[in-house]
């Protein structure tokens, strides 16, 4: 016999589905940028505890935690996740700095051919800025530079032909970047000529991307600040999407990588009149 608590379980049962479903469609980027922020916090997490902290299904945290491992943020455990690389206690921007190390110096020193002396340019906090940041700080050059990068800032005040200015916010734990848009005014007050910014992916669809939301906010200003924007990612980047847009493929001027990319690629690069730089082609 059908009864209304029987009723009411499966009526309970379908909302719970459609909630998560819809959590899953609507709210995915902003739930896995949650995941990263409580990883970096504690090291290591369950599905478990995951989901008592942001409130869907363990299945859709599941999914969510194969996905992120797929774009390399983390390591899928029995239960949880961890941060990739803290076997050796490392956070994830120390990890993400010291992958493919060699390709970024070759991207940094052709990025240095596009800078000019007396201009202002902007860096992002991403690791293949900080290696143009370790360049710069050796060079005879006058510069201003405004950046969002902690770990950048620092290597920069070193030179001391060049001023360095530090974008305010919120700094996060496992994060060298500021995040939020609390100092932002400071772009109002100085002329940027170039941006240089990486990502976690790139592709003449979506144009740059990366995962997380606070910073792809702050990185959608700082490229509206900017005459022109200089991508440089390494190759293994490109024709990947991440979770937000932060520079749509018309806005970005120059593209340097580490090696030659598709024909494909390349071609549509040139249909949007984006200069291809790569060391191994000059």
């Known amino acids: 016999m059908i009864t209304w608590k029987f009723i009411d379980r499966i009526y309970n049962k379908h909302a719970k589905n459609k909630e998560d479903e819809e959590s899953m469609k609507m709210f995915a980027s902003e739930r896995r940028n949650e995941i990263l922020h409580y990883l970096q916090e504690k090291q290591r997490v369950t599905v478990k505890d995951l989901a008592k902290r942001i409130g869907v ?7 969510d935690l194969t996905k992120m491992e797929t774009e390399g943020l983390l390591t899928r455990t029995h239960g949880g996740a961890v941060l990739n690389d803290y076997t050796d206690g490392e956070m994830s921007f120390s990890a993400r700095e010291k992958k493919n190390r060699k390709e970024k110096n070759q991207i940094a020193r052709e990025a240095y051919r596009f800078i000019e002396e007396k201009q202002c340019i902007l860096l992002d906090a991403s690791s293949t800025a900080l290696e143009l940041a370790r360049y710069l ?15 950048s ?26 995040e939020g848009k609390l100092g932002l005014d400071i772009l109002d007050h100085v002329n940027i000529d170039m941006m240089f910014t990486s990502a976690s992916g790139f592709s ?16 959608k200003e700082m490229v509206n600040h900017s005459r022109e924007v200089v991508a440089i990612i390494d190759s293994s980047k490109i024709g990947i999407n991440s979770s937000a847009v932060f520079a749509k493929v018309s806005q970005i001027n120059t593209l340097i990588t580490d090696k030659p990319i598709e024909e494909k690629i390349s071609n549509d690069l040139v249909k949007y009149d984006i200069t291809m730089v790569s060391p191994i082609l000059n």
Do not use: C, M, W
């Open 57 to 63: 299904s363990e299945a859709t945290l599941r999914s």
């Open 137 to 151: 700080k050796h060079q005879a050059i006058k510069l201003t530079v405004v950046t969002s990068g902690i770990q």
């Open 153 to 178: 800032a620092l290597e920069l005040k070193e030179n001391p032909d060049i001023t360095v200015i530090l974008i305010g916010g919120v700094v996060t734990p496992g994060s060298s970047s500021i």
């Open 204 to 219: 003449i669809e979506k144009g740059l991307t990366d995962f997380n939301l606070y910073e792809v906010e702050l990185k």
